[in-house]
Nanobody
Framework: QVQLVESGGGLVQAGGSLRLSCTASMSTSRILGMGWYRQAPGKQRELVARTFNDDSTNYANSVKGRFTISRDNAKNTVFLQMNSLKPEDTAVYYC?????????????WGQGTQVTVSS
């Protein structure tokens, strides 16, 4: 099992920045990619950004140009740099790791970290 430990959430004013970190508990070549999702109250969980082993990335349209995902493979850690934050970015942010097994892929999730952006 892979455990994901997140940190870096908090309260920030609109226009401010936060950096989220997520570290996997074990080093494994089975990790196909890592990313961040978020869930606001009353809404479904949505993709924010993800990165894959070939260093490709993709972002939700709502965060393009403001958020940057990066990964430190040596430390099994993925980061999300969030700039120019808006109140609508307020949500619980979840780290995700997708692992490949013989039977297929499995998604692992962190416990979530709250990000609150005040207007």
């Amino acid at each position: 099992q892979v455990q994901l430990v997140e940190s870096g959430g908090g309260l920030v004013q609109a226009g401010g920045s936060l950096r989220l970190s997520c570290t996997a508990s074990m080093s494994t070549s089975r990790i196909l990619g890592m990313g961040w999702y978020r869930q606001a109250p009353g809404k479904q969980r949505e993709l924010v950004a993800r990165t894959f082993n070939d260093d490709s990335t993709n972002y939700a349209n709502s965060v393009k140009g403001r958020f940057t995902i990066s990964r430190d493979n040596a430390k099994n850690t993925v980061f999300l740099q969030m700039n120019s934050l808006k109140p609508e970015d307020t949500a619980v942010y979840y780290c995700n790791a997708r692992l490949g097994w013989v039977a297929g892929t499995v998604d692992y999730w962190g416990q979530g970290t709250q990000v609150t952006v005040s207007s």
